[in-house]
Every structure is written in structure tokens, then in C-alpha cells.
């Protein structure tokens, strides 16, 4: 046997480690007897069978008793393809003497090649012949086929010769088939006992005689067997279907030789095959009788009850194939199956790795094979180990940590197939291990576990295992146990992360990036789209961007046991480089201290965004030229004063924010050019030194318009008549640096947003439910600090949530003529507020209206974010009144532009629910990128989309699924 990982595949771009290998996938078929569906006492029990199967997931449903072609549509529409889910096809519907048989399977996994009917004198028994989509496929491999025959034999004890021609007639069929091969045979098959002719034929007779994964005997109304009883589920007579309790085996499944050995690439899993719903306390019982069975829901229970007299029986097959591995990294890399122990194996473990580069969650993963253990809402980080044993105790008295422990017997010691999935049933990892050749010695009894060393390896082959060398300790009889549970003795390949200080940046800004990859790099290899530098082999190394754009971050990390590439595209943005910054004050000729200390300049920020100058130049028309080598931020709305001298006690006692050098501004006239990093030139003065302009002496000159008039006209400018606060001290030179002085016009009126918006998600009819804000978790800084968002605000409130509060919201202010100019060229101002209950938003900081302050060029336009909705933009501009410009979300569809809203209850409106990843659309990756990583806790989570602290099914099924298919209406 091997060791094979099975990893569906939904996001490929997701996982660093993508790859083909050979993988065992895992089948449920699925054999069940409808009962004369969809005719009968009750015809409308789809939803029974939606339940069951909803349960069980089945890969290949074959059902006898179809009464007509509709039962078969009603079934594929109604209760399989349901809840957003769309992998299931039928098979031609073909309309026999009595009774019929269909096929339903699941197409993202097989492919139905052929279909055939034998005719036989009461029902036709139908040939369905189905391959495996490998990933393989399209590289000339061989194709993996499946023979199922579904069959519903001559009922009544005394039919049993017709029972034997019935199989005779598939005996002649499959026997004349050349190469056949994994033969399933089953459905209700009527027999009393394993010693009827039919049954005997099937297992004897033939080039192809079948097997019985269940043990032969005489069945009927026989205690002993009354675990692998199928009919009747009742002891009530209702629906036209049989009553007595469970006391038959009607419902078998056979297979062929090569799959009860593997021989054709498809494996029948030990002991998965049963009668489903069977717990053994039922015989001559109906299926509810009390107690009902404590290893299923009840509500699958009555289920079964209400839509057959017969229960299905179900068994695994474990094909061998290629499959595409992403999505989850978590990989069974130790196995002590066999520890050196006499009777119970105590030291059994199994070690779990999370060889990705995110952490996921672990809550309602099980091991449906090997062993019987459901994880709790444990987080496995990148590079971390989790570790379950049979004997938790034990485990840590040997080998000194913690490990969850198991609620079956051991491992077999001869080998078998762990199968670890998650809380969907999809299989994220399973490991067939044997115990001799060609897998390692040592490790059956002899004291060495098995030990994948290279996690991202090709597993499939044996060759990828080897016994543990990491002697740990001698037990009670002598014997040496070697072992490495939570760590590795091999040196694992690396896994490349990193993080960036800033993500969004202006041109001439740095980000320093970090290194967080795991399993202990030695080298690495940066590139940096638009960067500079454009490469870096430091560990954590510094990067500028000079120019605007979003770009790509790669970063691949080495060491002996191999390397791996991380890219983040689109990872830094760096904004516009069209400011407005302007000159507003020159100090040009101080009388209080020497020109050569006391001249400075003042610049002010009229825009929403903070301005770094770092690498900006300042020039004059001739020789004087100073680039800017440090960071100086001048903030949205404020100043920053830049000097040929830093110290205020000889510099006329004013704060400079930056001393420049090779700069000077000579009182006779001079100028004064801004330039970006680019090389763009942002700002110009050219003063006369007294023709025009003023011609202080021991005064600044200020510019006396507003952020918007020309500041290069002399008009505008006047001399500073006192000395303000400004300064340091009452006595010397007049003037403002660094504020807006009392001859300015600089800083606007600032204004308000008020708007009102409902959420789908909490919304109760009329507002918005508001417990996940009184959550201990609830942040109290915005979280839209993360992609896609990527936000730098550190809006935030100190103290308990209020009451009426629903969630955060990110709020985004567009200038444009119009909507259709309204893009995302057109955002001048951003900010995260909080939302209440009646649909309002307030400030974090002081919980009123939400405030700005930014020259206003055309007309606003209001985007509203939230981390698991689609965003709105108003269709028009916000109404202004009294300095407060306003917009109602909940009045109409129409008020979002291109009705981009839902309709909660008559005549109110609100944000699509269901975007859990905010990318801006409703669809399958919202579910199997964050809501199956959540699924099943509690807490502040983007997959809550109803916001009721919990994720389940309420957000996918009544949430999500609605609006599948669904985005965002923004102008882009």
C-alpha cells in the first residue's frame, strides 16, 4: 500500500505548494430502495431523501422503485443538487415492465461512459458504466472504469429459482464483457440467506465472481445478523410499505475480486460497508423506536423512517489517482502504529503538520478512517504540529507533551487506510501505510516510527517515509522507542511568508519588508515590482517606490532540505503622485538672528492623504538644489516648515520640521520649486524682492488666499503683522510657521457625513441586531487594515462597545462630476466608523457625526464597505445642508447605483449579504476559502454573515446561497 494526500481543489492560487501526485480519493456509494418513489401514500418525500444524503454525501446513488422519470428529476432538483451545490448529473431514465432503477453521481468526480438494461422477465437490471476524472487524464494515463449494476430481484422466499435466472441474465451479460473490471453489484436483492442459488451464483460462478464485504449466513429474522438488516425501517403500516421491523437483508453490495484488492487502482476500505442507520437495536423494532440511534442525527433517523421501508446500504472505495493538491496543507507526516509494546499498543500516535503558509482551523475535522477522533476549534499555525494518540496519558508520561486522544481501538498493526477530513466530509489527507516491504523497517514493533521527513513530497511513494532515528526512551521491557512527535528530526523544506510595514504608500515612500517564513530559511531571494532596489537577498530588507502604481512582491527562501516561492500580486499600492501641496509662508530676510539660521519656508497639505517628502527636491531657477533625505510627513489639512537651520535657539526660535542644506533664499529676489520624486513639479514661487512682491525685513511674507487661488501672483501675498504662537517666546520676527495665521485663509469648514444603511445580515425586520458588538472579541481598532481593503487608519474607542452598535463600516468620499466619473481616481477621503442599530454611523472617536475637512472640487459621492457585504455607492450626490451632506441607502433599491442593493422587507433596502472574503463578489470562494475554515466557531469572523457570533449553516444556506452570484455595482 501508500501513503496518499487527497486535497480538493477549489482556488488554485490559494496554496504555495501546488502539484500532481498519485492520491487515493474516497467514494461512497450508495445502493437504496425508494419505495415505489415518487407514487406511493406519501409522494412528496424528497426532502427525507435531501436529508439523508445531505448527511452522507454520496459519490454514486443508485435507488430501485423509481415509479417514473419525474421521481428521477425531482430527486436530482429537490434533494441533491441543492444549497448551492451542482456536481450531481443522472443517467438516462429507462422505463422498464415495472419498477426502475437510476443513477445519480457526482460529476466533479466521474464521468458516465455507457449505460446498458438486461432484460429479465419482472425488472431490467441496468449496467452503468462510469470513469474517474483524474487530473491525469489529459497526460494519456490510464483510465480508472467502475462496472455498477443495479438490481431489485424477485421478492418472496419461494421466487428463489427466479431470483438465481435473474443473476443468471447479469452473469451472461458481465461475463461477456472483455476486460471488465471493479464490478459493483447491489441493490435489493431479496435474499433470505447466503445459501440461495443467486447468491451463491454471484459469489461462484462466472469470470467474474463477486464478494461479500459482510459476513454470509442465514439472515432472516436471525439475531445475530441483526446489524446488517436492511428492511423494514417500520412496524407501522403507512406509504404501501412493508412493516415488521428490522429483521431482513434485502440490500447488498458485491464487488469484484480486483477491487477487494486493489488491483485495478480502486480499493474497497475495510469495514465501511453497512446498512445505514443500523445500530443494532432495532431488531423487530421500527427505526424510531426508542433509543434511536445515538450515532446519527435524529433528524437523519426519522428521515430514514419516512422515506423507505428499506434502509440504503453504503459502503467506500478508495480510487487511486492523480489530484490536484491545494486548498488545505495540512499533511500526516508521523505514525507509530506498532510501538514496541506486548497487548495494547499505548504509544500509538498520530502527528498532523500544517505545511501551508495561513493557519487554518481545525474545528469539526475528523478521521472518518484508522482511527475515530473529531478535533475541537484548535488553530494549527504554518509550521506547527498537532498530535492525537490513543492514550493521551501514556503518550505524555513518554514522550512529555500533550496530544488529543482517540475514542477507537489502535492501528492495525498488518496496515490500513487513516483518513483524515474535514467538517464537510471532503477528504483533506489519508495515509494507506503497510508494515513490510516496500515500506521502512523498525517500525512494525521494533521500536521507530514512520516519519514523513519532506511534507510537500510525493507521499504516494513509500520511498518518502522512513523510520524514526530519535531514540527517546527505553520502556518497562528494555525496549527502545524512537520517535520525534511535534518536531522533525529531518529538516523540512521552507515555507516563504512575509509582511510589509505599509501596503499603501506615496511615491518616494519605503516599506520594509519582513520575513515570517517557517522551517528555518538560510537564504533569500526578493524581487520588487517597481522597487528599489528591484532584488534584495537580505533577510528584511527596505524598498522605496519612486513611482505610482500596485505592485507584486515574490520572495523565495532555501535551505538543504529544498525552497519555496511566496508572491503576493498587487501588494503594494503607491498612490498618485498629483499633490497639492502648496507654498504658503517665506521667510526670506529674519532681522532676529543671521539669514544663514534664520530662513524657512512653510508648506501646506490642502488634501485628505498625508504627504511624505521623503526624496523630494527643492530648487531654485539656478545652482540651488536640495534633495530630501528623511521622512517628513506633512499631514492632510496641516503644515510642515523646512529651514536652513533645525536648533530654535539660533534659529529665531520657530520649530523647523526639516533643516535642508545648499538652499538659500537671497532677499533680492529668488525662487522657490518644489519637485515630487518624480521629478514633477508640484509648487513654484518666484518673488521679486520688492518690485511686486513684499520686501519684509524681520517679518515673513504670507499667503493670504485660499489652498485653491494661484500662490504665484504677488497679490496674494502680504507681510506677517505679529508675531504668533508659533514662535517660541513673545520677542522677535513675525510671523505663523507651521499654522494657519491670522492673515491665512487655508483651512476650510470642515463638514459631516449622515448617512443611514441596513445590512442584510443582522437585519431583524426594521434595524439591526447588535450582540456580536458586545462580543469580548468585538475590536475596538477597525479591521480594515488587511486586504482587500488595506485601510492605514487607526480609527479606534477606549471603553465598553455601545449598545446600539452593529459593526465597523469603512466609508470612502469620491469628488466626480458624476457617477460614471465616480471611480476609484476620484477618492479623496476615507474613514472607518462604526454602525448602529438603526442604521446610522458615528464616529469612533467621540461617537457623533462622522467629520472631514478637504476642499470639496465638484460634488460628493458616498462608498460604503463592509467586511462580509457588497459595497453600495450613492446613485447621486450627497445632498448638502447646514455643512452636512446626507444620503438614505434604505429607501429604495435605486439609491444605490445600478440597484446594487437587496430588498430585506417591503420597501427597505440593504447590503447584499455573503461576500465573506470582500473581494466585491458573491461566489464559491466566499464559501470554501473562509466560511469552511470557520464553520463551526464562534467569535468576530468574516464568515458570520448574519453576525450572530457564530458561523453555521444559517450563513451559507439562508445567507450566502440567496445571493450567489451576486457583486459589487461600484464604478471602477
Known sequence: ????????????????????????????VMYYNTLNYPDGGDPNREDYFRIINGYLDADVILVNELTSENGANILLNQALNVFGKSKYQRAVYTDGPDTDNMLFYNSDKLTLYSQWYIQTPLRHINEYILYYKSSDLTAGADTIFFYFYSAHLKAFPEDSLNRLAEVADFKSRVDGLANAENIIF????????????????????GIYPLHDPLPAGDWHSDYSFRYLHTQSTRTASFGGGSTGGLDDRFDLILFSGDVLNGDNRVHYVSNSCEAFGNDGNHFND????????????????????????????????????????????????????????????????????????????????????GVNFTFPAVTLNPGEFVLTAINAAAFYNTFGMNAYQWTSDGLNNSGELILLKDNFGKTIDSVWYEDGLPWPAGTDGQGASLMLCDPGSDNSLPAAWTASTNFVTNNQMGNPVYASPGFSECSFPPVADFSASLQEVYPGGSVEFTDISTNDPVSWNWIFEGGNPANSISQNPTVFYNSPGVFSVELTVSNAAGSDTRIKTGYISVLSDTYDLVITEIMKNPSATADGDGEWFELYNPTPFPVDLLNWTIQDNDYDTHVINSSVIVPPGGFAVLGINAVSATNGNYVCDYQYSDFYLANSGDEIVLLDPSNNEIDRIEYDGGTNWPDPNGSSMVFTGNAADDNNIYSNWSVSNSREPTFIGSAGDAGSPGSNGNQQNLEQPGFSINIKVFLEGPFDGSNMQTGLSQLSTFPSTQPYNTAPWNYLGSESFSGSTPLDVVDWLLIEIRDAENISSATSSAIVAQKAVLLKETGNIVSSSDFGIPEFNFNIVNQLFLVVYHRNS???????????????????????????????????????????????????????????????????????????????????????????????????????
Not at 454573515?945 to 452570484?965: C, Q, R, T
Open 186 to 205: 447491489g441493490g435489493d436483492l431479496n435474499l433470505y440467506t447466503s445459501n440461495e442459488p443467486a447468491y451463491q451464483s454471484l459469489i461462484n460462478d
Open 870 to 972: 457588497l459595497p453600495v455607492i450613492s446613485s447621486s450626490p450627497l445632498v448638502e445642508s447646514s455643512g452636512v451632506y446626507s444620503w438614505d441607502f434604505t429607501t429604495g433599491a435605486g439609491q444605490a447605483y445600478n440597484n446594487g442593493q437587496k430588498e430585506l422587507a417591503p420597501g427597505i433596502f440593504g447590503m447584499y449579504a455573503g461576500d465573506c472574503d470582500g473581494d466585491g463578489t458573491i461566489q464559491s470562494s466566499d464559501i470554501s476559502d473562509v466560511w469552511q475554515n470557520e464553520a463551526a466557531t464562534k467569535g468576530y469572523l468574516p464568515a458570520d454573515v448574519n453576525m450572530d457570533a457564530e458561523v453555521n449553516n444559517i450563513d451559507k444556506n439562508d445567507f450566502w446561497y440567496p445571493n450567489l452570484g451576486e457583486g459589487s455595482q461600484i464604478p471602477e
Open 286 to 369: 421500527a427505526l424510531i423506536d426508542f433509543p434511536l440511534n445515538p450515532d446519527i442525527p435524529d433528524s437523519v433517523t426519522y428521515a430514514l423512517y419516512n422515506m423507505s421501508d428499506h434502509l440504503p446500504v453504503i459502503c467506500n472505495l478508495a480510487v487511486e489517482a492523480q489530484q490536484d493538491t491545494t486548498n488545505s496543507a495540512l499533511v500526516i507526516t508521523e505514525i507509530m502504529y506498532n510501538p514496541p509494546e506486548l497487548g495494547l499498543d499505548s504509544l500509538e500516535f498520530i502527528e498532523i503538520y500544517n505545511n501551508g503558509s495561513a493557519p487554518e482551523n481545525l474545528g469539526g475535522y475528523y478521521f472518518s478512517q
Open 1 to 28: 500500500m501508500t501513503i496518499r494526500i487527497l486535497i480538493l481543489i477549489f482556488i488554485a492560487v490559494l496554496s504555495p505548494f501546488t502539484g500532481l501526485f498519485a492520491q487515493f480519493d474516497t467514494l461512497r
